[in-house]
């Protein structure tokens, strides 16, 4: 089953570590986001394929928006 991340808080997306297709494990960064000065770092739950990026870096994102699909 598909794990769809999502964005927590309100944030820019500073950095995004990995590409469509990539293999992750639980516990790998997927993004770096800053929200009031801090770098708040994405991390997977699960073991699998990055399916889809929804966003790319310079964006600002809103609490609950996704940030991509681990299948």
Do not use: C, H, W, Y
Request: a negative charge; proline letters at 1%.
């Amino acid at each position: 089953m598909a794990e769809e991340i999502r964005a927590e808080m309100v944030a820019n997306v500073m950095t995004v570590v990995v590409q469509d297709g990539d293999a992750v494990r639980d516990g790998d960064s997927l993004f770096v986001l800053e929200s009031m000065k801090m770098e708040i770092p994405v991390l997977t739950e699960a073991d699998g394929k990055v399916g889809r990026i929804a966003v790319n870096e310079g964006d600002v994102v809103q609490e609950g928006d996704l940030l991509a699909v681990v299948e």
